[in-house]
């Protein structure tokens, strides 16, 4: 089964969208960039989802004394640059569960997940076909949509897929986007 995550939530509106189409994880980015939340707003945007959906911090250069702050409203971490041992080691000690970015270069992780992206949220599209391979469960982002996912889980195995700015037009979420690559992943798990 591959689990689906939204990313990039910004306002109540984005949460009850996610609430009604129930991926199973919903992500708040922490880190410099379109998407930015404060923490404040990450907790309080996470406080309203319904129970089933995971609340996911995405940050770049954690602090982990205020990431200490978001338990247990928030629950995930993910670092979306390769992240050394004693790092993943002091969130788990948090209680956190962590998704770390992984490249070619460093394929393994200590962390939960390991996550491979295309870029920074450019919409990118990964080679799925040439994947290194991980010690860890596939967390698969960049370019993602209904379009393309269920090739991308065909291809490349994810346990998780995540898309954030395909899934908008104009720059905020689109209903019709979101509950599609949502269906897709959904549908791919019912053909199994």
Not at 29 to 57: D, F, K
Request: proline letters at 6%.
């Amino acid at each position: 089964m591959t689990a689906v995550k939204v990313c990039g939530l910004m306002t109540p509106a984005d949460v009850d969208l996610v609430n009604r189409v129930h991926p199973d994880y919903a992500g708040f980015v922490l880190a410099a960039g379109r998407h930015q939340v404060s923490q404040r707003r990450a907790m309080a945007l996470a406080a309203g989802l319904e129970a089933g959906i995971t609340p996911v911090a995405v940050v770049v250069e954690p602090d982990t004394a205020a990431l200490a702050e978001l338990f247990p409203i928030i629950t995930t971490i993910q670092l979306h640059r390769p992240a050394d041992p004693p790092l993943v080691a002091a969130l788990h000690a948090l209680g956190f569960d962590v998704f770390a970015r992984v490249n070619a270069e460093q394929p393994l992780t200590t962390a939960d997940m390991a996550l491979m992206d295309a870029g920074d949220g450019s919409g990118q599209t990964l080679d799925w076909h040439h994947l290194p391979a991980t010690n860890r469960p596939l967390m698969l982002a960049g370019g993602l949509d209904a379009a393309n996912v269920q090739d991308a889980i065909a291809c490349a195995q994810p346990a998780l897929v995540d898309a954030s700015s395909r899934l908008e037009t104009n720059g905020r979420k689109d209903a019709t986007k979101v509950h599609a690559f949502v269906a897709a992943v959904r549908e791919t798990e019912r053909n199994v």
